[in-house]
């Protein structure tokens, strides 16, 4: 889901971009240069983890960027009397906006803080129950508790590294935005 929405998001700021070289002069060089703006933005957001404040502050920014694009084709609408390639600019600039919050939805989606301690909760009675029967027994054998052990803790670890997204072993790759930013760093002014 979170590789989705960042595809997703990826495309809908791609897609502005080029309908944003559509727009008459001055505006699709203002158009442009905000959204390289917007992509680096979005982009370190997911390259580092940040604090929460400096979240809620990245997020602003694209917003305010968000804002002055759409500050931009109102401009554009008012002037511009061939509405083609301004309503389609229109289009794909809300399409991004709402990419953007669907993102944020998909990553702000985490499993439940219940359902880890019901994991925890089954694993250490799986533990105490194993180690009680093998308590039982005459010979005992260590290895199949140990193992069991270490697959119950790798198998909660994996869920909560793939409800980390940002950090851990398993991340979500960035490849679909780098490959986009590139793609407008390339357009000419």
Do not use: H
């Amino acid at each position: 889901m979170r590789r989705d929405a960042l595809l997703n998001e990826a495309n809908a700021i791609g897609t502005t971009a080029l309908r944003a070289r559509l727009l008459p002069t001055p505006y699709n060089t203002e158009c442009l240069k905000l959204l390289r703006e917007y992509i680096q933005v979005r982009l370190d957001i997911a390259r580092s983890t940040p604090s929460p404040p400096e979240t809620t502050a990245a997020i602003a920014r694209s917003n305010a960027l968000q804002e002055a694009l759409w500050q931009q084709v109102k401009a554009v609408a008012a002037k511009d009397n061939a509405m083609v390639p301004t309503g389609l600019f229109i289009q794909s600039l809300n399409e991004m906006i709402d990419d953007q919050e669907k993102r944020l939805t998909a990553v702000a989606n985490r499993v439940p803080n219940i359902i880890l301690m019901a994991l925890y909760g089954v694993a250490i009675f799986a533990g105490a129950i194993s180690g009680y029967g093998s308590g039982l027994e005459v010979q005992r054998a260590r290895l199949p508790i140990y193992a069991m052990a270490v697959l119950v803790a790798a198998m909660i670890l994996l869920i909560q590294d793939l409800d980390r997204p940002s950090a851990g072993f398993i991340k979500v790759s960035q490849q679909p935005m780098l490959d986009t930013a590139a793609s407008i760093s390339s357009f000419a002014e």
